[in-house]
T-cell receptor, first 116, second 109 residues
Framework: NAGVTQTPKFQVLKTGQSMTLQCAQDMNHEYMSWYRQDPGMGLRLIHYSVGAGITDQGEVPNGYNVSRSTTEDFPLRLLSAAPSQTSVYFC???????????????FGSGTQLSVL | LAKTTQPISMDSYEGQEVNITCSHNNIATNDYITWYQQFPSQGPRFIIQGYKTKVTNEVASLFIPADRKSSTLSLPRVSLSDTAVYYCLVGGGGFKTIFGAGTRLFVKA
């Protein structure tokens, strides 16, 4: 079972460049989300989606765009990369709609991004 | 999502039992308690979930007292490979599941 797949695993960008982090899941989960994790810190929610065509902001959405055209894919776009966006990015899907309290998150292996 | 409090870090030695306690005084009646484990350079992974009393699986046990205002994750006979960050979450969080800082467990030889 593939679960949640993220690509690329590593990326180096120059300030001002744009790029897309890919995320795909094969569990038919409606809910997907993106987190960033800075060294020694917890995860911070960037954006989430409760289904195709529906997205919303998390705690730290500035500088990032998302769209959800299919159930399987949830790409994260950096419009103009900044050094402050150097971080590890995790995509997650969830086995529910965000209503029940026993839902579980399934995470990808992460993308380590450095912005110079 | 109920606020949780857990120790920032813990040290242990191989072969010992490790207990990590999470406080959640404002847990709601229908809230489940869920623990995740995160190894370095990996995403968190679900390890155990419970509502009341005791839950055990192949990885850990979860003890929840009758008032449910706290819970304890128990890792039996830890090894070096159990070095990780452990997160306690209470409730589903609605659409915005927020993770705290977690507990950094360091297992020494």
């Amino acid at each position: 079972n593939a679960g949640v797949t993220q690509t690329p695993k590593f990326q180096v960008l120059k300030t001002g460049q744009s790029m897309t982090l890919q995320c795909a899941q094969d569990m038919n989960h409606e809910y997907m989300s993106w987190y960033r994790q800075d060294p020694g810190m917890g995860l911070r929610l960037i954006h989430y989606s409760v289904g195709a065509g529906i997205t919303d902001q998390g705690e730290v959405p500035n500088g990032y765009n998302v769209s959800r055209s299919t159930t399987e894919d949830f790409p994260l776009r950096l419009l103009s990369a900044a050094p402050s966006q150097t971080s590890v990015y995790f995509c997650a899907s969830r086995d529910g709609q965000g209503i029940a309290t026993n839902e579980k998150l399934f995470f990808g292996s992460g993308t380590q991004l450095s912005v110079l | 999502l109920a606020k949780t409090t857990q120790p920032i870090s813990m040290d242990s030695y191989e072969g010992q039992e490790v207990n990590i306690t999470c406080s959640h005084n404002n847990i709601a009646t229908n809230d489940y308690i869920t623990w995740y484990q995160q190894f370095p350079s990996q995403g968190p992974r679900f390890i155990i979930q419970g509502y009341k009393t005791k839950v055990t699986n192949e990885v850990a046990s979860l003890f929840i007292p009758a008032d449910r205002k706290s819970s304890t994750l128990s890792l039996p006979r830890v090894s070096l490979s159990d070095t990780a960050v452990y997160y306690c979450l209470v409730g589903g969080g609605g659409f915005k599941t927020i993770f705290g800082a977690g507990t950094r467990l360091f297992v020494k030889a």
